[in-house]
């Protein structure tokens, strides 16, 4: 495996539902970042972890809730959500320092909420 | 206020028409400036980092190039297997280093 793989890719789920979506990196980065794509729009940031703490989180719904457990995987579980909510969601890893720190996505999660 | 600006929003090109797509950025302090195509439902493929202005990088038909205001994705002779999304990033030197401003992006086809 290489690069940034999310898991899984295609993900349909009631408003009651609980699910996750799964992303672990082989790039031996130090940050993680989950993203949200809407028709249209810039990409949204969500969460950002890095060495496993998060540092960044904007203003997301509780009923969005992410999980690093070490620096390689990153989970972000559903509960809840709202059809508004349905979109691609990404998962990313950069290593930061130094210059510009090229941010690396996965294939993505296509949510669609019912 | 840090902003990225991509146009056109849609490019319709012939095969081997040639042309170029523009990333417009206003950010007090440039870290990185990054371009990335993306298929309909996948993530984006990360394809050049430019660091500062003159800077110039290039792969098969594809070449990036940069200013102190804007950076041009040049196609040369594109084939219908470009066709797709291409995405301008900047990551100002003033933010966080986990801080990416992303344009909307500018959907290519290439017709055969």
């Known amino acids: 495996e290489t690069g940034v793989t999310q898991t899984p890719r295609h993900l349909v789920m009631g408003m009651t539902n609980k699910k996750s979506l799964k992303c672990e990196q082989h790039?031996?980065?130090?940050?993680m970042y989950w993203y949200k794509q809407s028709a249209k729009k810039p990409l949204e940031l969500m969460f950002v972890?890095?060495?496993?703490?998060?540092?960044e989180n904007n203003s997301v719904p509780s009923r969005f809730s992410p999980e690093c457990p070490n620096s390689s995987h990153l989970f972000l579980h559903l509960h809840t959500l709202q059809p508004e909510d349905s979109a691609l969601y990404l998962c990313?890893?950069?290593?930061?320092?130094?210059?510009?720190?090229?941010?690396?996505f996965g294939e993505g999660s296509w949510l669609t909420v019912v | 206020e840090d902003q990225v600006t991509q146009s056109p929003e849609a490019l319709r090109l012939q095969e081997g028409e040639s042309s170029s797509l523009n990333c417009s950025y206003t950010?007090?302090?440039?870290?990185?400036l990054f371009w990335y195509r993306q298929d309909p439902g996948k993530g984006p493929e990360f394809l050049f980092t430019?660091?500062?202005a003159g800077e110039e990088k290039e792969k098969e038909r594809l070449k990036a190039t940069l200013t102190k205001k804007e950076s041009f994705l040049h196609i040369t002779a594109p084939k219908p297997e470009d066709s797709a999304t291409y995405l301008c990033?900047?990551?100002?030197?003033?933010?966080?280093?986990?801080?990416?401003?992303f344009g909307t992006g500018t959907r290519l086809k290439v017709l055969a």
């Open positions: 990313a890893s950069s290593q930061v320092g130094g210059l510009g720190n090229t941010i690396y």
């Open positions: 790039l031996g980065h130090n940050a």
């Open positions: 972890y890095s060495l496993e703490e998060r540092v």
């Open positions: 950010v007090s302090g440039l870290r990185g």
């Open positions: 430019l660091y500062s």
């Open positions: 990033a900047v990551q100002p030197t003033t933010s966080g280093t986990y801080k990416y401003i």
